[in-house]
């Protein structure tokens, strides 16, 4: 059974950076697409971010893009997530989620997709 476990949220200034990690336990990375998504009250999860189990490939939603960087280390079974230039409306909860594969594309178009999901780590941005 895979877990994963994220870290690295917390309160940032608006233009400020975090770096969340995603620590995957359970059974080796090689063979898992990860994705981050968000969630804020009152709203759907958000597709955010995916890598591809090589991490050749790497998709990103519209509303991060040129701003957040998904990159992953399979030695360390961990993915992250450097998100620079935040705004007050990237607050939410923050999740990582993996999906079995061996392809060399990922999604974040449909979160059912992802087979295992963290338990989120807070993001606020506020000044």
């Known amino acids: 059974q895979l877990q994963l476990v994220e870290s690295g949220g917390g309160l940032v200034q608006p233009g400020g950076s975090l770096r969340l990690s995603c620590e995957v336990s359970g059974s080796t990375l090689d063979y898992f697409a990860i994705g981050w998504f968000r969630q804020a009250p009152g709203a759907e999860r958000e597709g955010l971010s995916c890598i591809s189990s090589s991490g050749g490939s790497t998709n990103y939603a519209a509303s991060v893009k040129g701003r957040f960087t998904i990159s992953r280390d399979n030695a360390k079974n961990t993915v992250y997530l450097q998100m620079n230039s935040l705004k007050p409306e990237d607050t939410a909860l923050y999740y990582c989620?993996?999906?079995?594969?061996?392809?060399?594309?990922?999604?974040?178009?449909?979160?059912?997709?992802?087979?295992?999901w963290g338990q989120g780590t807070q993001v606020t941005v506020s000044s």
């Open positions: 989620a993996a999906y079995s594969s061996v392809q060399a594309v990922c999604f974040i178009h449909a979160p059912r997709g992802y087979d295992y």
